[in-house]
């Protein structure tokens, strides 16, 4: 790895900028933090204690306790960019605001620092457009939340961000125990949040039309395709239900493969298309299924129970 990174920026820090901030520091890095939000400090403060006890608890802190506190939180991040070697930024998804803060950290920062933005579905292509200085050293790296415990991280670069800055963003969320996957063209919303959109279109759809309560639309996600892609992703599933081995992924197409194309001509035909009464259908059952959930509690469920997968994972030695 070219630049040495001892100390992180990290500007924005709200869920997924806290999220990260806690990462870096539980891996021994210093990180220097920059947020206008009113009352953004105690914010991160009030999370980074929380997240710490569950990182300690599964033993995912390389630095224990005594790092905790290698943070300073400061009014403006350019103030502090010449003592940065890594720059996360999480901004708003407004193009507008990113491509001001894009370029005024390219404008400052030292050469070969890589500028990683976390944005969910802006390629940087469409942000970078005012940066005159070096470009080439900027791309998504684009997490799961919480960051800290999910280890996604899509690496997307521009077109014309160098194979240096690629390889060495790779490298640094490795490092951090991340699985970073490349992206290696641009396109809207990445991978993993496009694969999300097509199975959350097909729930909206079927919870507005009644097919099936919004509680049991949930259900039938998590205790069903949801626990087997938490250890592999569609296409291996899809090779072991063909029956394993090599052809298992072709023996599935050729036996299922003309009834999914039946089942794919009827969700088409009745896509969610975001119409005022399709939207107002699926907020009046989501809302009746929430009304009897503890959100706050259900939060601290789904950060254990990642914990407790991403233990088991590490055990079994999943392959991704």
Known sequence: MGEVINTVGVLGTGVI?????????????????????????????????????????????????????????VDSLLDHIGDIDFVQENSPERQDLKTK???????????????ASSSSGMPASSFISQCKNAPQRILVAHPFNPPHLVPLVEVVPHPGTDERTVNNALEFYRNLGKRPILINHEIPGFVANRLQAVVNNEAYSLVSRGIVSAEDLDAAMATGPGLRWAVHGPLVTNTL??????????????????GIRVWERDILAHRFCWTESEQRALKDKVEEYLDHIDL????????????????????SDCHV
């Not at 394993?244 to 599935?252: C, L, S, V």
Request: net charge positive; glycine share 12%; hydrophobic share 40%.
């Open 17 to 73: 900028g806290a999220s990260w901030a806690t990462l870096f520091l539980a891996k021994g890095l210093k990180v220097i933090l920059s947020d206008p939000a009113s009352g953004s400090k105690e914010s991160f403060e009030r999370y980074l204690d929380a997240a710490w006890i569950a990182l300690e608890k599964a033993g995912m802190s390389d630095m224990g306790r005594k790092n905790k506190n290698n943070y300073e939180v």
């Open 101 to 115: 803060l894009i370029a005024e950290l390219d404008a400052h920062a030292r050469p070969g620092i890589i500028i």
């Open 241 to 258: 239900g063909g029956g394993g081995g090599k052809d298992g992924f072709w023996q599935r197409l050729e036996r299922l493969g003309p």
């Open 296 to 315: 706050s509690e259900v939060s601290t469920q789904r950060d254990q129970a990642l914990l407790e997968m991403l233990c088991a994972r590490r055990k």
